[in-house]
């Protein structure tokens, strides 16, 4: 069955609304039950204590749509097992990261289970061949689709250290991987994609500056699991597999780009990469001159670029395809090596 763009644009409206209406009533209950992130740390933006739980109302908001649009449309056993995939180890992964928001956990533990998961998920991708772009070598496979999920879940954890920032950059990303997924009539990946963007779009009615609530670990982990999944779902139909796998990872290209800089420079200074800091591309913006709202803002847009490429890669594959890749990459690395030259500490 063939679904109108219109029809998926409701979609996302709906969640949109949806997690609008949430948000407010989740930051009520963590008001109430005290459940706070708290300007303590050295790390920490805000100036006053802010609370959690806008992640709840983002899964909550995923879930319910998800499977309220499964039963209005194409509901099967085939479909409801392949949203289940997606959103329950989501839900799972979202549930220790709502523990860790709450009482607290190492970070080896939570690495553990993020991994766990993740092969999990990258059995059923490859045993029932909906990835995307497959290397036909089933170890390899495994260990690439491993390591993207547990990659993107922390990358968009990483990135979540600004007001808006996580939030806009997710309803960008999804925003353009729906594009490209809808072209390509992949349903359930534009339909997830869609509702997703709504969904962070909606959240961030009340996640920008200044924020009234941020979703903690439990929306950004809960997050990462529906990017990561499905930007492997994801098959933009190019022979070449470098063009291919070059889509999702000029997607996720901002997001990438924070961990590296945050990491590396950890790394540097001989600090653990889990250990907390403003070393983040919003700490170094903010660092040389940019208000909250206007290094969100440029994020954003750095994002769309880059959501944009992928775009241009999957509509001009065979006449532009190299030459974007190719821009992509050297943009990147410049992006990479300015924020590096901006220092990673106030002092």
């Not at 260990?143 to 806009?168: E, K, P, Q, R």
């Amino acid at each position: 069955m063939q679904y109108s763009i219109k029809q998926f644009l409701l979609l996302g409206v709906v969640t949109f609304i949806l997690v609008g209406v949430l948000t407010p009533l989740m930051r009520m209950i963590a008001i109430r039950i005290g459940a706070f992130d708290s300007p303590n740390m050295s790390r920490k933006v805000q100036k006053e204590p802010v609370p959690y739980l806008g992640g709840v109302a983002i899964a909550i908001g995923i879930v319910i749509t998800s499977y309220v649009a499964l039963l209005y449309t194409d509901f099967s056993e085939k479909t409801f097992g392949l949203a289940t995939s997606v959103l329950l180890p989501a839900i799972v992964i979202s549930t220790m990261g709502l523990i860790d928001d709450l009482r607290g956990l190492q970070p080896w533990p939570r690495l553990a289970m993020q991994t766990s998961t993740a092969a999990v998920l990258a059995t059923i991708l490859i045993s029932t061949h909906t990835i995307g772009t497959a290397l036909n070598n089933r170890l390899l496979d495994s260990l690439i689709t491993i390591f993207w999920i547990v990659g993107v879940c922390n990358s968009i954890n990483f990135f979540d250290n600004l007001d808006g920032g996580a939030s806009g950059t997710v309803a960008v990303i999804t925003l353009f991987l729906f594009f490209i997924a809808y072209d390509r009539q992949q349903i359930l990946v534009s339909a997830l994609a869609i509702v997703t963007a709504g969904a962070t779009a909606g959240f961030l009615m009340w996640n920008r500056f200044p924020a009234r609530i941020y979703m903690g670990d439990a929306g950004a982990l809960f997050l990462g699991i529906i990017v990561s999944v499905l930007t492997i779902r994801l098959d933009p139909g190019i022979d070449s597999r470098s063009k291919s796998l070059a889509i999702p990872l000029a997607l996720m290209a901002v997001p990438i780009m924070d961990t590296t800089v945050a990491v590396c420079s950890r790394l540097f200074r001989g600090i653990s990469p889990f250990q907390g800091g403003r070393d983040h591309l919003s700490h170094r913006l903010m660092r040389v001159g940019f208000g909250r709202q206007g290094a969100a803002f440029l994020l954003w847009s750095l994002a769309g670029a880059y959501g944009a490429l992928a775009l241009a890669i999957y509509t001009w594959q065979d006449s532009w395809g190299y030459p974007l890749m190719a821009a992509g990459a050297l943009s990147w690395i410049i992006f990479l090596a300015l924020f590096f030259a901006i220092p990673s500490t106030d002092n």
